[in-house]
């Protein structure tokens, strides 16, 4: 329970309150643990209730900036989906669709290289999405038929004819052939931190003091201190997120029954970075521990992390840096085509655009992409290796 003090705070925060009762009730929490309420938990979770995109919300992120973003991503997808001989029943499975704009972006040039035969094409979208309102905001982007009712598991048609289903976890997607595509997800995932002392590798948690929130030191290892941290890391500050395994253990292991390929791409470093725990309002870096449910919060992705998890069930290909994967893919000739048909207006903002996706001092070598294929295709990769990489 919170104290009297910060009761008499002018603005009330429900999910502080809960918080901190729930620290009072059972000890300091993980920063996992943390991440996880303040983001999802229902109704007063940072993504629950709110449109958090754009120049009125907190971030923007790279298919918001624009629409080349997605249809590159939609022609790498067609193309390696092509080149092992266009399986189907097809799935294209996006983990947190944000407002639905990269899988518009995908489906208009699966639509576009596919029109002729596309009453062949046996192609459903699954959205992988926890927040109700962001599901609504999708239908909105993507479905000419909009619904008041909750849509997790309801099936809608997009404008583009190919049927589109709501699901609060990936084990609600049917199984089959799928593209599984993350874009901006596995940062949002829960993190441990940890940090190393003189006594050894100590877990910092969570604490409430007088109705405010505080890092600590676990006085003893956690448990989570003694599974998650590699007996030869180096570092003195750790951020893993087993959440994250998990999620790529069953994606592998749907990618090996089932088929598929998989595209992560996301803010990130290669196993070297420390302490990237942060918190971001209205554009502006803020305190992790401040305005919970009321400001992002969100760590960089560990790309080697991923990689060596995944290595064993899956070929990795990657990661290469945003601007890599973008130029390979075409985006200059993209642009420029745009270009040629655009207003003056359109031009300066395709050219804002192309600078944001891939100038190495803006999203271009801080965004990350990586790729996963089932093994069974690991010679036919080392013959016909993936575009983009
Ligand atoms: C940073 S946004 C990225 C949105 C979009 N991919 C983009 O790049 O514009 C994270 C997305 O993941 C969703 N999300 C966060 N945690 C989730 C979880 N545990 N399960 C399902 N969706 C989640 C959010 O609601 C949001 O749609």
Same mark, same amino acid.
């Given at each position: 329970m919170r104290k009297a003090s910060f009761c008499n705070s002018p603005k009330e925060n429900k999910l502080l309150d809960f918080l901190c009762a729930k620290i009072e009730a059972t000890g300091p929490i993980s920063v996992a643990d943390y991440m996880k309420e303040v983001l999802t938990v229902p109704q007063s979770g940072y993504y629950m209730s709110r449109d958090v995109f754009g120049s009125s919300g907190d971030?923007?992120?790279?298919?918001?900036?624009?629409?080349? $973003?997605?249809?590159?991503? +939609?022609?790498?997808?067609?193309?390696?989906?092509?080149?092992?001989?266009?399986?189907?029943?097809?799935?294209?499975?996006?983990? +947190?669709?944000?407002? +639905?704009?990269?899988?518009?972006?995908?489906?208009?040039?699966?639509?576009?290289?596919?029109?002729?035969?596309?009453? *062949?094409?046996?192609?459903?979208?699954? $959205?992988?999405?926890?927040?109700?309102?962001?599901?609504?905001?999708?239908?909105?982007?993507?479905?000419?038929?909009?619904?008041?009712?909750?849509?997790?598991?309801?099936?809608?048609?997009?404008?583009? +004819?190919?049927?589109?289903?709501?699901?609060?976890?990936?084990? *609600?997607?049917?199984?089959?052939?799928?593209?599984?595509?993350?874009?901006?997800?596995? /940062?949002?995932?829960?993190?441990?931190?940890?940090?190393?002392?003189?006594?050894?590798? !100590?877990?910092?948690?969570?604490?409430?003091?007088?109705?405010?929130?505080?890092?600590?030191?676990? !006085?003893?290892?956690?448990?989570?201190?003694?599974?998650?941290? /590699?007996?030869?890391?180096? !570092?003195?500050?750790?951020?893993?997120?087993?959440?994250?395994?998990?999620?790529?253990?069953?994606?592998?292991? !749907?990618?090996?029954?089932?088929g598929g390929i998989t595209l992560i791409a996301d803010y990130g470093h290669l196993g070297t970075k420390t302490d990237t725990f942060r918190s971001f309002k209205k554009h502006q870096l803020h305190n992790p521990l401040k305005n919970a449910g009321e400001a992002d919060l969100t760590a960089d992705v560990d790309f080697q992390f991923l990689s060596k998890h995944a290595k064993e069930k899956a070929v990795v290909v990657g990661p290469v840096n945003q601007a890599s994967f973008l130029k390979n893919m075409g985006i200059e000739i993209r642009i420029q085509e745009l270009m040629q048909r655009a207003t003056k207006e359109n031009q300066e903002s395709l050219k804002t655009g192309y600078d944001m996706l891939t100038n190495s001092n803006q999203m271009g070598e801080r965004y990350k992409f990586l790729a996963l294929f089932p093994l069974?295709?690991?010679?036919?990769?080392?013959?016909?290796?993936?575009?983009g990489f």
């Open positions: 971030f923007i992120t790279s298919p918001e900036v624009s629409q080349v $973003f997605g249809e590159l991503i +939609g022609i790498w997808f067609y193309n390696e989906w092509c080149k092992i001989g266009f399986p189907q029943p097809l799935q294209l499975v996006e983990f +947190g669709p944000g407002r +639905g704009t990269l899988t518009d972006d995908i489906l208009r040039v699966f639509s576009k290289l596919t029109s002729k035969h596309k009453s *062949n094409l046996n192609l459903s979208v699954h $959205f992988i999405e926890v927040s109700p309102h962001l599901c609504h905001i999708q239908m909105s982007k993507l479905c000419s038929e909009h619904v008041k009712e909750e849509l997790h598991g309801k099936t809608l048609t997009t404008k583009y +004819g190919f049927p589109i289903t709501w699901h609060p976890h990936l084990v *609600n997607v049917p199984e089959a052939f799928s593209l599984f595509l993350a874009h901006e997800f596995f /940062d949002a995932m829960p993190i441990h931190k940890f940090q190393k002392t003189s006594d050894g590798w !100590r877990e910092i948690l969570i604490d409430c003091k007088e109705g405010e929130l505080q890092f600590i030191l676990s !006085r003893n290892p956690t448990a989570a201190t003694k599974f998650l941290i /590699d007996k030869n890391e180096k !570092r003195d500050h750790v951020e893993i997120s087993p959440t994250s395994g998990i999620l790529l253990d069953e994606i592998t292991k !749907r990618m090996k029954e089932d069974v295709l690991k010679e036919f990769l080392c013959k016909f290796p993936p575009s």
